[in-house]
């Protein structure tokens, strides 16, 4: 998907670029085209028309018409504002763990790839941070995602939370704090249960545990592959577990740059990091410039 908006961007301005100079109507064309290509990615209608608008403002001035290479300054601006969406205030920062223990609370739908970002990012902090990780699934409803993460921590040197059978998901999330702090371990990861939608009981499930949890993040993982509905989910989650950051997985391969931008845009919070794969190494932090390449080729 970030192939086809590339090229679809590449080839218009290629055309543009070989017209020499540019008139109005040939920049609003193009972005025309731009805005079908960014609907073809997923972007969200209101978003790319929005887009559209601010590019156009900027691109029909005369000291881009009038310019030698008309075509690569619209492509500068394009760029410019896809860096400027993507990026919103700036960087994403590093996680915060001050403070041990710190708890990030995992969030999202069941088969999002919550489980295996949350191992990903334990391993992370373990290996490029030397911290101790401690990681804990609250899914009461599916023993096998409880033993995922088991199994997960086992293979990546991390530690998780004995499994007790019977036990509630807050009860789960209080003792794992207490093991948090008795172990002198500097991160707890909350890998909460995932319904395949959204629905009340998750809600509630959710909101009861970051009451007992306090975490100092609560990450959403969203698969990148759904565009539109990824955007729904984090509006959803934000509004009734309130998130600081979103984590966009299967950006590896068919990844659509689509929804990182529309999810930026809609939801304002920021992308903090993008799942590139199944492996455990297979995860990045979350890099405008390098999106907004991507999105363009
Ligand atoms: P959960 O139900 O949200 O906990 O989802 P899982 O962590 O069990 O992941 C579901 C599937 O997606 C697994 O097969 C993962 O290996 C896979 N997966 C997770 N993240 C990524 C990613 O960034 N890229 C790819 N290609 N697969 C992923």
Known sequence: MFESLSERLGGVFDRLTKQGALTEADVITALREVRVALLEADVSLPVARDFIKRVQDKATGAAVTKSITPGQMVVKIVHDELIRVLA???PADALKIDNPPATILMVGLQGSGKTTTTAKLA???KDKNGKRVLMASLDTNRPAAM?????L????GVDTLPIVK???AVQIARRAKTQGSLGGYDVIFLDTAGRLHIDEVLMDEVQSV???AAPRETLLVVDGLTGQDAVNVATEFDGKVGISGVVLTRMDGDGRGGAALSMR????KPIRFVGLGEKMDAIEVFEAERVAGRILG
């Open 147 to 151: 033993e995922q993460l088991q199994i």
């Open 88 to 90: 919103g205030d700036g």
């Open 153 to 156: 921590g086992t293979q990546i």
């Open 166 to 168: 019977g036990e509630s």
């Open 123 to 125: 391993k992370r902090l």
């Open 265 to 268: 845009a809609v939801t304002g």
């Open 210 to 212: 970051r009451d007992i």
